[in-house]
Each structure stands twice: as C-alpha cells, then as structure tokens.
C-alpha cells in the first residue's frame, strides 16, 4: 500500500489549483469552449482530454517531489 506524505500531497495540491485555474482561464476565457467542441467534433473527448491534462501533471508532481527524511529518536 502506497503511503501517502504531506509535503508531497502539499506540492502536488499547489500544482493542481494554479494549473486547474490556467487551464480554466484559456479554455473558458480565450479558447472557448465551445469552439474546442466544434474543432474536435466530441464534447466528451474534450472533457476527458481537459481532465487528463490536469490529472496526469498533478501525479507527475506528487510521484517525483522529493520527500525529506526525519530521524525520530
């Protein structure tokens, strides 16, 4: 079983929120939506192509953050 670490699940959280909102921004404010929908024909490859690039960095993050080991006397 994976154990989880603080610190990671730290960076990893800050990762998410800044990306989720730039991803947000471009694709609601400058990319539109909609027009994402029209040029690839498929609401729901665009849906999981979005969750994708916001799922799979945010593991990458948590999976290579370094984790500092503490001696516990």
Do not use: N
Not at 4 to 26: G, H, P, Q
Not at 30 to 39: M, N, P, R
Not at 58 to 67: D, N, P, S
């Amino acid at each position: 079983m994976m154990k989880l670490k603080k610190r990671k699940i730290k960076y990893a959280t800050i990762f998410f929120i800044c990306w989720f909102a730039l991803l947000v921004f471009l694709v609601d404010g400058v990319l539109k939506f909609q027009t994402l929908v029209d040029y690839f024909g498929s609401y729901a490859l665009v849906e999981v192509s979005l969750l994708l690039l916001v799922i799979l960095p945010t593991l990458a993050i948590y999976k290579f953050t370094k984790e500092h080991k503490t001696e516990s006397k």
